[in-house]
């Protein structure tokens, strides 16, 4: 078992989903329970996922719960855009979480294989 917080990811992540409650805090008040819900839960899901990976036994676990976190991040990046296509976000401000999101995506990315790597190595 590994302890979340000793993650970077999971650090990334987190400041994400803080950042994603604080953006939508802005956005029309008919669109809390479509949007903003969407947008406040796939940032949620992201960290949730790598921290209830990090809970389960063993690398394939690991893994798969770091494979629906970075599917997660995939759903959040959509979300933004059509935010910022509505005019919810404006493009710097989109282009700011836009990249910090591209960051946490290319983390999620490494450690996925970084940890595939391991699991085909312990099948040798």
Known sequence: MKDVRDLKVWEKAHAVTLEMYRVTNSFPR??????????????A?????????????????????????SGS????????????DLSFLGNDQYGSIAKQLGELRRMLTAL?????????????
């Open 30 to 43: 008919d669109e809390r329970y479509g949007l903003t819900s969407q947008i406040r839960c796939c940032g």
């Open 45 to 69: 899901s992201i960290a949730a996922n790598i921290a209830e990976g990090c809970g389960r036994r063993g690398n394939g676990e690991f893994h798969r719960f770091l494979q629906v976190a």
């Open 73 to 84: 991040a995939s759903e959040l990046d959509y979300h933004l855009l059509l935010a910022r």
């Open 112 to 124: 996925i294989l970084r940890v595939d790597a391991e699991r085909q190595g312990a099948k040798c």
